[in-house]
């Protein structure tokens, strides 16, 4: 076992609900396990920038409940560099800290990687991301949150749709992955659902909509951002030209599926894997993130868990139901 006296906790990149529960478990962690914890401010930046705060539990009290990250975040280009990454290093080793908890997604885990390799500093990361899009772990911190955000604006978009017999196209965030489109079009009933692992396009759409039941007032369409076609507008501007006598409108969620309250779910797995991070960390594990597989704990080495999103999460038998669904 290392003995490790202080570890650095921050979060980087795009923020999801979760953040704040996976911070107040590594803190919590870490003092239960007589180690200290410096939180540094705006992910890479702080590091790089000398920019941090002791924490203890008086820190993370009554945050469990929060939606960003009380840390801050931020994209860092310095540390893209090899400069930015040693001026780091040289902090961390200046103010004794012995290892580092990032949370994050995949560009928060590529620099984790490798710093850790460059340095030979311990790193054990948290997926925190509304994309679920990391493998290595069912589900990432925020995804569950993400997902229930959307289905309630969906819920109330169908409200209007259906006293007003309109198709609404509705965006939802996923750049690189569709995996809050597949489930919260699942969850939303929608008539379609266009995301980049599926290859649909506009062509697919206007079938969809020529075989559905006529007598259905109102239809929804759910699309990721990364989708082929080209998002929600274009969409909108193909089957407004195809169908002139579908009153279609176009709504584009954006970044409140970041924001809110985490579900539960989520507060529950940042606390797991937040404590798990510091377990790995006293036990020797380095350059890998935590999960969760089947309930149960893992290490995936940040190699792996960078882009490399396990093809279960959209399977074949996912699009199936989407179509029996549809039907």
Request: charged share 25%; net charge negative.
């Amino acid at each position: 076992m290392n003995k490790i006296k202080n570890i650095g906790v921050l979060t980087s990149g795009g923020d999801s609900p979760g953040m704040n529960a996976a911070i107040r478990a590594v803190v919590r962690g870490s003092i239960y396990y007589d180690i200290e914890v410096t939180g540094f401010i705006r992910g890479y930046e702080g590091l790089i920038n000398n920019d941090f705060i002791p924490m203890d539990r008086k820190s993370v009290a009554n945050i469990i409940q929060r939606g960003g990250t009380i840390l801050k975040t931020a994209r860092s280009e310095a540390f893209r560099t090899v400069e930015g990454r040693k001026k780091a290093y040289e902090n961390l080793k200046a103010k004794g800290i012995d290892a580092l908890v990032v949370i994050g997604g995949d560009g928060t885990f590529t620099g984790a990687n490798i710093f850790s390799k460059e340095f030979d500093f311990p790193i054990v990361g948290l997926p925190g991301t509304i994309d679920n899009d990391l493998a290595g772990t069912d589900f990432t911190i925020g995804y569950d949150s993400a997902i229930n955000t959307v289905i309630d604006a969906v819920d109330r978009i169908r409200d209007t749709a259906e006293s007003h017999d309109r198709l609404f196209i509705v965006e939802v965030m996923g750049r690189d992955s569709g995996l809050i489109a597949l489930r919260s079009g699942i969850g939303v009933g929608a008539e379609a659902i266009m995301i980049p692992e599926a290859n649909m396009n506009a062509d697919d759409i206007l079938h969809k909509l020529e075989h559905s039941r006529k007598d259905k007032a109102s239809k929804i369409i759910i699309v990721a951002e990364g989708d082929d076609t080209g998002g929600a507008f274009k969409v909108g501007e193909i089957l407004q030209e195809k169908y002139p006598h579908y009153d279609t409108k176009v709504s584009v969620l954006g970044h409140i599926q970041r924001g809110g309250k985490p579900t539960c779910m989520d507060r529950v797995l940042a606390s797991r894997l937040g404590v798990a991070a510091v377990e790995g960390l006293i036990n020797g594990e380095s350059g890998v993130m935590a999960g969760q597989v089947n309930r149960e704990i893992i290490f995936t080495p940040f190699d792996h868990a960078i882009k490399h999103i396990n093809a279960e999460k959209v399977s074949a038998k996912w699009l199936k139901l989407i179509d029996i669904l549809s039907f």
